[in-house]
């Protein structure tokens, strides 16, 4: 893919600044932007950068006045509120992409969640309440959007999903999201063979540990920051940008002969013992 060397991602994206052509003409939906600092914008940026048409989502009325701007910002066609947990809303939001665009190219799913109680203790501890919840939100959501989504992907087309490295590793203080991460990877290993014969290619992406404020929930998320930049081979944290990239990858042509795969963006932390 043609690009420029690794660079900070602009708090504004500037509708001039393309670095390419790679992804003219598609469309797609990316879900879970709640500040300049997300995961979900630096997907967003990306794919738009690379010439995406765009559909964007905002949790409630709270988000709405942070996420709008960045809609505006990366030209988003379509912008409205998604709260999963609220019935009929997913639906809402992919019966407006079939009546405005008739088709759909990609969806990224970067959205999760338990409550603090639970997140905060022992897995064996975890109430009924929250992991069930944290595991609608966080994994049921990919899998309702993925069913969603297969009517309108009449020329095939990619799911992404975000996950973390506390998804096949014991990692200190993720608890219950671990859990629920594996069983979203899982998720991302079953639908790829699902939808596969449709040309529907399926990802989870799990990049290192990010300053966002979603994972400001996660106790003693400064010292996960401070082990993973000491241990990982490139001595550093990746950055939104770089997630965003390679989910750009991901959803271009030249990943093809890909799918059903975990993507890792952590600078190699993974690898290391």
């Not at 992919?94 to 338990?114: C, M, N, P, T, Y």
């Not at 905060?120 to 595991?135: I, K, L, N, P």
């Not at 999903?161 to 203080?173: F, H």
Request: aromatic residues 8%.
């Amino acid at each position: 893919m043609t690009d420029r060397p690794i660079d900070p991602l602009p708090r504004v994206w500037d509708p001039n600044d393309r670095i390419g052509d790679m992804l003219k003409g598609k469309r797609g939906l990316v879900v879970g932007i709640a500040n300049a600092d997300s995961i979900a914008y630096g997907c967003a940026a990306k794919l738009r950068a690379f010439g995406a048409e765009l559909a964007v989502t905002w949790l409630n009325a709270k988000a709405e006045r942070f996420v709008r701007p960045l809609a505006e910002q990366l030209q988003a066609s379509i912008a409205m509120p998604l709260d999963v947990e609220q019935p009929g809303e997913m639906e809402a939001v992919f019966a407006r992409i079939a009546a405005e665009w008739g088709r759909l190219d990609f969806v990224i799913h970067s959205i999760a969640f338990a409550p603090r109680e639970d997140l905060h203790g022992r897995v064996v501890d975890c109430s009924a309440e929250g992991f069930t919840q944290a595991m609608r939100v966080s994994c049921w959501s990919f899998l309702r959007m993925a069913k969603l989504a297969e009517p309108l992907m009449t020329r095939g087309g990619v799911l992404a999903t975000m996950s973390y490295y506390g998804a096949d590793k014991v990692v200190g203080n993720y608890n219950i999201m671990g859990p629920v991460k594996a069983a979203l990877e899982a998720s991302v290993r079953y639908a790829a063979a699902e939808l596969g014969p449709k040309g529907i290619r399926v990802f989870a992406v799990s990049p290192g540990p990010l300053k966002t404020r979603a994972a400001s929930g996660i106790a003693h998320f400064d010292e996960l920051v401070d082990m993973a930049q000491s241990r990982a081979p490139a001595q550093r944290l990746v950055d939104i940008a770089e997630v965003g990239r390679v989910v750009a990858f991901l959803v271009g042509g030249a990943s093809s002969g890909m799918t059903g795969d975990t993507i890792y963006v952590d600078g190699g932390l993974h690898n290391m013992a």
